[in-house]
C-alpha cells in the first residue's frame, strides 16, 4: 500500500481514510506500507497502530526528491512566466516531490518481493503506483488499485472561484491550473487501475461522465461506533472542528468568523470554539473577538464535543465526505452545515440537521437551533441513527476487505 501520510484510526480525515484501506487490507494480506508523506507528518502513535495491524511500515525519504523541472519552473521571477511553465508541466504541485528519483527509492525499499496487488490513495499518489507494477513480478502485473478520495480537480476549481471573488487573480490562476493538472493526471491514470474508489456518490457520477471506467465504486468513508458523549450541552457553545492547513477548512473558519459570527452577537453568551491544528497569523487576529476561541490542536476531542451545542460544518468548497460530520453526529451533537459538507452522506434538512448556503441563512440556522432544544435532540438522534445504520467502520472494512478478496 503506498499512502501520502500515515494511516491512522484517530486524527484527521486522509489518514482515517488511509486507516479504512489498511485495516482491510490487513484482514487477509501481508501488508508493506510506503509512506510518502507529502500530506502529513509521520507520527509515532500512527506508526505504532499501523504495525499493530501487521503491517510492515516504511516511510519514503522525500526531502531530497524534488521534480528538477518543477523545482526549476518555481524559482521564476515573473508571475506569468512561472504559471505558463507549471501549465506545461502537466502534474499537479503535489505529485512534484514523487518523483522518479522518489520512485527509483521506493524500488530499492521493495528489492526483492512481488506483490499481487498494490493499492495506492490519491490521484497525485498514482504514478507511484504505476511505476511499481511495471516493474517485473513473477509473469504478470500485481493488479492495482486506487482510492481517489474525492475529486481534487473540483476541489481546487472551487478554490480558484473564491480566490477570485476576493480579488485574489494570482491565486486563482494558480488554483485553476491545479485543477487542470488533477483532470489530466485523473484521465490518464484511472484506465491504468483494475479498481478505483471514491467516497461520495456525487463524486463517482463527476468522473465517471469526465473519466469513464469499468470499475468505479464508491466506499464511503466510517466512524467507530463505539464513542459515548456525555453531553454538558450548555445551549450555547458553537464549535467547528478541523485541520487548517486543509485549505477548504481553513476558507470555512474564515467565512464564517468574518460573515456570519458577527450576525449573531445579539444571541447572549454565544461563544464559538475553533479546534484544529495549523491556525495562521490571521486566524488568531480574527480569534481576538469576543466569544472566540482559536485553540489549536487537542488530543482529546470529546470534552470539545461533549460541550458543544452545535457542531459546525460551513465549509464552501470540497469534495468526498466529511468526517468531522461522522464525528459530530455519532456523539449526539446537532449539526448547521452548508449544503456542501453534507454531500454524499444522505442527511436531510429539518430531519437530521440545518442546512444552510448565506451567511444569513447560516446565522439564522443556528439562532433556531439554539433557541429549540427539544429539535436539536430530536434532530441529533436521528443523524445519529443514520450514521450507525451507514457509517459504521467494521461493517464498511469488512466489505472493503470482501472487495479486496474478489480482485485477486
Not at 469526465?210 to 450555547?236: A, C, F, Q, W, Y
Amino acid at each position: 500500500m503506498l499512502a501520502p501520510a500515515m494511516p491512522s484510526n484517530f486524527g484527521n480525515g486522509l489518514a482515517m481514510r488511509l486507516g479504512q484501506f489498511l485495516e482491510a487490507l490487513t484482514r487477509d494480506f501481508d501488508v508493506d506500507l510506503i509512506v510518502a508523506p507529502v500530506a502529513g507528518a509521520v507520527t509515532p502513535e500512527a506508526r505504532r497502530w499501523a504495525e499493530s495491524l501487521g503491517a510492515r511500515v516504511g516511510v519514503l525519504a522525500i526531502q531530497d526528491t524534488l521534480d528538477t523541472q518543477f523545482g526549476l519552473l518555481m524559482r521564476l521571477s515573473n508571475v506569468e512566466a512561472r504559471a505558463l511553465a507549471f501549465a506545461r508541466y502537466g502534474l499537479p504541485s503535489l505529485a512534484a516531490r514523487l518523483s522518479i528519483t522518489a520512485a527509483l527509492r521506493c524500488r530499492e525499499m521493495l528489492a526483492g518481493r512481488d506483490y499481487d496487488l498494490i493499492h495506492v490513495s490519491r490521484s497525485y499518489c498514482a504514478p507511484l503506483a504505476i511505476a511499481l507494477a511495471g516493474r517485473p513480478s513473477g509473469d504478470r502485473r500485481p493488479v492495482l488499485t486506487l482510492d481517489l478520495d474525492e475529486d481534487d480537480e473540483r476541489v481546487f476549481r472551487g478554490l480558484a472561484a473564491i480566490a477570485a471573488r476576493q480579488g485574489r487573480t494570482v491565486t486563482s490562476r494558480w488554483r485553476g491550473l491545479e485543477a487542470e493538472a488533477f483532470q489530466r493526471l485523473t484521465r490518464s491514470s484511472i484506465p491504468r487501475f483494475d479498481r478505483v474508489w471514491v467516497s461520495s456518490p456525487a463524486d463517482a457520477a463527476r468522473l465517471q461522465a469526465t473519466s469513464p471506467t469499468h470499475d468505479l465504486k464508491v466506499m464511503p468513508n466510517s466512524i467507530e461506533m463505539g464513542v459515548r458523549s456525555r453531553r454538558r450541552d450548555n445551549g450555547r457553545t458553537l464549535l467547528f472542528v478541523g485541520s487548517m492547513s486543509y485549505e477548504p477548512n481553513e476558507d470555512a473558519v474564515a467565512w464564517f468568523l468574518s460573515a456570519i459570527w458577527p450576525r449573531l452577537r445579539g444571541v447572549a453568551g454565544v461563544r464559538v470554539r475553533v479546534v484544529g491544528s495549523s491556525p495562521t497569523n490571521r486566524f488568531q487576529r480574527l480569534g481576538r473577538q469576543a466569544g472566540v476561541e482559536v485553540l489549536g490542536w487537542a488530543p482529546d476531542l470529546d470534552p470539545f464535543y461533549e460541550e458543544a451545542a452545535l457542531c459546525l460544518a460551513p465549509i464552501r468548497v470540497g469534495a468526498g465526505t466529511r468526517i468531522k460530520l461522522l464525528e459530530a453526529a455519532v456523539r449526539g451533537v446537532p449539526i448547521v452545515s452548508t449544503r456542501l459538507a453534507a454531500e454524499g452522506l444522505g442527511l436531510q434538512n429539518r430531519r437530521h440537521l440545518w442546512l444552510a448556503d448565506t451567511p444569513a441563512s447560516f446565522a439564522a440556522a443556528i439562532e433556531d437551533a439554539l433557541s429549540r432544544p427539544v429539535e436539536r435532540g430530536r434532530r441529533s438522534r436521528a443523524a445519529q441513527a443514520w450514521v450507525r445504520k451507514y457509517f459504521d467502520r467494521p461493517s464498511i472494512v469488512a466489505r472493503l476487505a470482501t472487495e479486496f478478496r474478489a480482485l485477486l
